[in-house]
């Protein structure tokens, strides 16, 4: 079952913004998320996760102290509060599951399945 993302928009640098994840019960339950985003012509890149737990979570450098994840187990959502928001933060963001945490590839794309359709983060000045 696809993840879906959501609460994209236009923003001001400076401001903040926060995703969504939306994820079934049993995809919620089981699987560390992961948030990673993408813009044209680039590869995707890890941002933020989380264990299914939510004992554990790991960050970009990029977005350390800015962004904050965080699960919902009543909602089965997984949220990426975004502070401070940068210019270089524009992207399109997705969320996925992890299939097989080992505690090191997390920030690995190939590693994740179950993507949905991203949500369109735009940071102006």
């Known amino acids: 079952v696809q993840l879906q993302a959501s609460g994209g928009g236009m923003v001001q640098a400076g401001t903040s913004l926060r995703l969504s994840c939306d994820a079934d019960?049993?995809?919620?339950?089981?699987?560390?998320i992961g948030w990673f985003r993408q813009t044209p012509g680039k590869e995707r890149d890890f941002v933020a996760g989380?264990?299914?737990?939510?004992?554990?979570?790991h960050y970009a450098d990029s977005v350390k102290g800015r962004f904050t994840i965080s699960r919902d187990r009543t909602k089965s959502t997984v949220y990426l509060q975004m502070e401070s928001l940068e210019l270089e933060d524009t992207a399109v963001y997705y969320c996925?599951?992890?299939?097989?945490?080992?505690?090191?590839?997390?920030?690995?794309?190939?590693?994740?399945?179950?993507w949905g359709q991203g949500t369109l983060v735009t940071v102006s000045s």
């Open positions: 019960g049993r995809t919620f339950r089981t699987f560390y």
């Open positions: 989380i264990t299914r737990s939510g004992g554990s979570t």
């Open positions: 996925a599951a992890l299939w097989a945490y080992n505690g090191r590839n997390y920030d690995v794309p190939q590693a994740y399945g179950n």
